[in-house]
């Protein structure tokens, strides 16, 4: 609440003491009270004042002049406004004692009926210093205040001061707990540091004494305060690293590492970073938003930010192989520390991993004419199935490409495949090579494209024909054979996935 005391003292009967409220102590069309406490120079010899209010103010209810008196015994005398006073209103009020003299407390309370957890006043996301100005008495023992802390949470710092009493300080989470408080007697101001969950609730609770006050009686507080909230300072910065996205060749689509951080963030921060992985940098990927040299890097999270992305640019080397993957893993450096979470991997889809479109090319090898037999057509396929002379050994390659394979078939039953136009011709001169098109030809390429292989080709010296095969390995060992000679690579084909 918003309020003022004072003290003062009846010397002689029938005087009276004249107390200017400023309308600055005073909220607008809120609430107020106007108390007098009895004050003694020890608890037991507080005096038996009766107490007579005559308010000098233009308040509806109260008009000027008007005494009001009530007989005290020793208690305290209350005279409350439920509606407030009207803006800018101050009031001039004057003490007086029908009974006895002695010292007493005046105090005026302006109620924002935030003396408890339940109706706490709300502050809002405290992300920048926040100052509150109140007041706790007898008359209102107790303000909350209830807060979210933002994103960016840390250690926020709570300072209570310009107290002319005592008070206490304590900061609750939005369980009840109890995570710090501040005791210091007399007009010490409180000050106590917190480390808070980001966007989670919180309480503060200023509260005044039921002893230890500066007053003679030594009886319960009274005083106005000021109030800081300061958030982020001395936080402890704590790093972390994601990754988002689904980097692609095709495209080429780039992935993201987040870089991001808790605490204070008032100020650019530096975050070193190692890379492994299987992709090579400049080769198969580029990076923008950090200074990398291929292996280490740094970052720069930008103040009143709490991250910063780097972007993954991934190189369509037109190179078939393995996806590959980008890791960076954060380095402790002065001025934050890691967090669990502090590496993240990317992996670099490639091209060659896209479904491919075209029908796939089984191979068949012929029991009789010790001869391979490549064919992409769905009927012939089905037809060579059902013929015992061929042994199904699976799909070998995709055909989808911008050439025509040729095929062409010798009196051995040994057959030879082409999409070379020299080769082609030539092959066309010989009377023992016939041209054996089928329904449904083999596409292929002629050279290297986005997600194909080498299709290596190698010579049968027992039927003339020819072995084609997608795998380097098989490549290899048929040129082991004594009746294989490897010719090298004929054409290139998607692999079937």
């Given at each position: 609440?918003?309020?003022?005391?004072?003290?003062?003292?009846?010397?002689?009967?029938?005087?009276?003491?004249?107390?200017?409220?400023?309308?600055?102590?005073?909220?607008?069309?809120?609430?107020?009270?106007?108390?007098?406490?009895?004050?003694?120079?020890a608890?037991?010899?507080?005096?038996?004042?009766?107490?007579?209010?005559?308010?000098?103010?233009?308040?509806?209810?109260?008009?000027?002049?008007?005494?009001?008196?009530?007989?005290?015994?020793g208690?305290?005398?209350?005279?409350?406004?439920?509606?407030?006073?009207?803006?800018?209103?101050?009031?001039?009020?004057?003490?007086?004692?029908?009974?006895?003299?002695?010292?007493?407390?005046?105090?005026?309370?302006?109620?924002?009926?935030?003396?408890?957890?339940?109706?706490?006043?709300?502050?809002?996301?405290?992300?920048?210093?926040?100052?509150?100005?109140?007041?706790?008495?007898?008359s209102?023992?107790?303000?909350?205040?209830?807060?979210?802390?933002p994103?960016?949470?840390?250690?926020?710092?709570?300072?209570?001061?310009?107290?002319?009493?005592?008070?206490?300080?304590?900061?609750l989470?939005?369980?009840?707990?109890?995570?710090?408080?501040?005791?210091?007697?007399?007009?010490?101001?409180?000050?106590?540091?917190?480390?808070?969950?980001?966007?989670?609730?919180?309480?503060?609770?200023?509260?005044?004494?039921?002893?230890?006050?500066?007053?003679?009686?030594?009886?319960?507080?009274?005083?106005?305060?000021?109030?800081?909230?300061?958030?982020?300072?001395?936080?402890?910065?704590?790093?972390?690293?994601?990754?988002?996205?689904?980097?692609?060749?095709?495209?080429?689509?780039?992935?993201?590492?987040?870089?991001?951080?808790?605490?204070?963030?008032?100020?650019?921060?530096?975050?070193?970073?190692?890379?492994?992985?299987?992709?090579?940098?400049?080769?198969?990927?580029?990076?923008?938003?950090?200074?990398?040299?291929?292996?280490?890097g740094?970052?720069?999270?930008?103040?009143?930010?709490?991250?910063?992305?780097?972007?993954?640019?991934?190189?369509?080397?037109?190179?078939?192989?393995?996806?590959?993957?980008?890791?960076?893993g954060?380095?402790?450096?002065?001025?934050?520390?890691?967090?669990?979470?502090?590496?993240?991997?990317?992996?670099?889809?490639?091209?060659?991993?896209?479904?491919?479109?075209?029908?796939?090319?089984?191979?068949?090898?012929?029991?009789?004419?010790l001869?391979?037999?490549?064919t992409?057509?769905?009927?012939?396929?089905?037809?060579?199935n059902?013929?015992?002379?061929?042994?199904?050994?699976?799909?070998?390659?995709?055909?989808?490409?911008?050439?025509?394979?040729?095929?062409?078939?010798?009196?051995?039953?040994?057959?030879?495949?082409?999409?070379?136009?020299?080769?082609?011709?030539?092959?066309?001169?010989?009377?023992?090579?016939?041209?054996?098109?089928?329904?449904?030809?083999?596409?292929?390429?002629?050279?290297?494209?986005?997600?194909?292989?080498?299709?290596?080709?190698?010579?049968?010296?027992?039927?003339?024909?020819?072995?084609?095969?997608?795998?380097p390995?098989?490549?290899?060992?048929?040129?082991?054979?004594?009746?294989?000679?490897?010719?090298?690579?004929?054409?290139?084909?998607?692999?079937?996935?």
């Amino acid at each position: 609440m918003a309020g003022q005391r004072y003290t003062n003292a009846i010397n002689n009967l029938g005087a009276n003491v004249q107390i200017n409220v400023a309308s600055s102590e005073i909220k607008p069309n809120v609430p107020i009270q106007f108390t007098a406490y009895p004050i003694g120079a020890a608890p037991g010899l507080i005096p038996d004042l009766n107490i007579q209010f005559n308010a000098e103010a233009n308040v509806p209810g109260f008009p000027s002049g008007t005494n009001i008196n009530f007989t005290g015994n020793g208690s305290p005398e209350i005279l409350s406004f439920p509606n407030g006073f009207p803006t800018g209103e101050g009031a001039v009020v004057r003490v007086s004692s029908v009974a006895n003299t002695g010292p007493f407390l005046f105090e005026v309370s302006a109620e924002t009926l935030n003396n408890a957890a339940p109706v706490a006043e709300p502050q809002g996301i405290i992300n920048t210093p926040r100052n509150l100005n109140g007041f706790v008495g007898r008359s209102d023992t107790e303000d909350w205040y209830q807060f979210v802390a933002p994103p960016t949470a840390g250690n926020f710092t709570f300072r209570l001061s310009n107290l002319v009493d005592n008070a206490d300080l304590r900061i609750l989470r939005d369980d009840g707990s109890l995570l710090n408080q501040g005791t210091n007697t007399g007009v010490t101001a409180e000050q106590v540091q917190v480390p808070l969950e980001a966007n989670r609730t919180y309480f503060v609770q200023i509260s005044n004494l039921p002893s230890g006050s500066n007053l003679s009686d030594a009886g319960a507080t009274s005083t106005p305060y000021n109030l800081e909230i300061t958030p982020g300072t001395g936080g402890e910065t704590s790093v972390s690293v994601s990754a988002l996205g689904n980097p692609s060749e095709v495209g080429p689509t780039p992935g993201t590492f987040q870089i991001s951080r808790t605490g204070d963030t008032t100020t650019p921060l530096n975050v070193n970073f190692s890379v492994g992985g299987t992709a090579t940098f400049g080769t198969d990927y580029n990076q923008v938003g950090s200074t990398f040299n291929g292996t280490n890097g740094t970052a720069t999270i930008p103040a009143g930010q709490n991250s910063t992305n780097i972007t993954v640019n991934p190189v369509n080397d037109g190179i078939a192989d393995l996806n590959e993957t980008i890791e960076i893993g954060l380095q402790a450096a002065t001025g934050y520390t890691v967090s669990s979470q502090g590496s993240a991997t990317l992996s670099i889809l490639d091209a060659s991993s896209e479904t491919p479109t075209g029908e796939r090319t089984a191979r068949y090898w012929d029991t009789e004419a010790l001869s391979h037999f490549f064919t992409a057509d769905p009927g012939e396929q089905q037809a060579t199935n059902l013929d015992p002379q061929f042994n199904n050994e699976g799909f070998e390659f995709v055909s989808e490409g911008s050439n025509v394979l040729e095929r062409f078939v010798n009196s051995k039953g040994g057959y030879f495949y082409s999409s070379n136009p020299g080769e082609i011709a030539f092959v066309q001169t010989l009377q023992e090579w016939t041209a054996d098109p089928s329904g449904v030809p083999i596409q292929v390429y002629s050279t290297q494209q986005p997600g194909t292989l080498p299709v290596f080709r190698a010579y049968n010296l027992t039927s003339d024909g020819h072995f084609y095969t997608i795998d380097p390995n098989q490549a290899a060992f048929a040129d082991s054979l004594p009746n294989f000679r490897l010719e090298g690579v004929s054409f290139y084909a998607k692999p079937v996935v």
